[in-house]
């Protein structure tokens, strides 16, 4: 099976930087996901990661570990509208390749 | 607009009834999910399809049919509905190909009377 683990909450200033980090365990990795989620609405898909290193998009960097068994999502300029869910999922290479989810990451931005 | 779509968004109804949820997708992808997203956001895969044949059933009690009459269309049937039911359901859809992220619907939000 796999344990993918998150904090539940976490606050931030706007225009500030914040760090939602994921530690996972899986026999057989084979790609992390980062999604967004707003209250209300679907998941959006952020970023993929399945080699180490970070990967940048815009305001946006995901990075991983697989030795770690370690991601992190980065957030820089935070916005208000950055204020969401953010779920990391873990890919396995055993059986179905479908991404258990983790519990997700509740950020507050505030003024 | 290309999109996974799935109705109704919102389903209130007795203990006991029957409901389906319908989805669809346009996107031209092979798999198709449904995830049940409790109080706690915990996001849970319940049933996943490819090109219409089931390729995983989770855990879920069989009051739950998932149906694919084609592989651009997904539903849930949900017999004798229990108050636990009481969640939001999302219909998804992916490629075949596993750097690809799954695309979500909107969601159903069932609530139990």
């Known amino acids: 099976g796999q344990n993918i683990d998150q904090p539940t909450e976490m606050t931030a200033t706007e225009g500030a930087i914040v760090q939602i980090n994921c530690t996972y365990q899986?026999?057989?990795?084979?790609?992390l996901f980062w999604y967004q989620q707003h209250a209300g609405e679907a998941p959006t898909f952020l970023s993929y990661?399945?080699?180490?290193g970070l990967e940048e998009k815009g305001r946006f960097s995901s990075f991983l570990s697989r030795s770690k068994g370690y991601s992190y999502l980065l957030l820089k300029e935070l916005q208000m509208k950055d204020s969401a869910s953010y779920l990391c999922a873990v890919r396995s290479s055993g059986g179905s390749y479908i991404p258990t989810f983790g519990r997700g990451t509740s950020l507050i931005v505030h003024p | 607009d290309t999109a996974v779509s799935q109705t109704p968004k919102y389903l209130v109804t007795q203990m006991g009834n029957d409901k389906s949820i319908k989805c669809e997708q346009n996107?031209?992808?092979?798999?198709m999910y449904w995830y049940k997203q409790d109080s706690k956001k915990f996001l849970k895969i319940m049933f996943s399809?490819?090109?219409?044949?089931?390729?995983i059933n989770e855990t879920v009690p069989n009051r739950f049919s998932p149906k694919s009459p084609d592989k651009a269309h997904l539903n849930l049937h949900i017999n004798s509905l229990e108050l636990g039911d009481s969640a939001v359901y999302f219909c998804?859809?992916?490629?075949?190909?596993?750097?690809?992220?799954?695309?979500f619907g909107d969601g159903t939000r069932l609530s139990i009377l």
């Open positions: 990661n399945v080699l180490d």
């Open positions: 399809y490819n090109n219409k044949e089931l390729i």
């Open positions: 996107l031209g992808h092979d798999t």
């Open positions: 998804a859809s992916s490629t075949g190909d596993s750097n690809q992220p799954q695309h």
């Open positions: 899986t026999s057989g990795f084979n790609g």
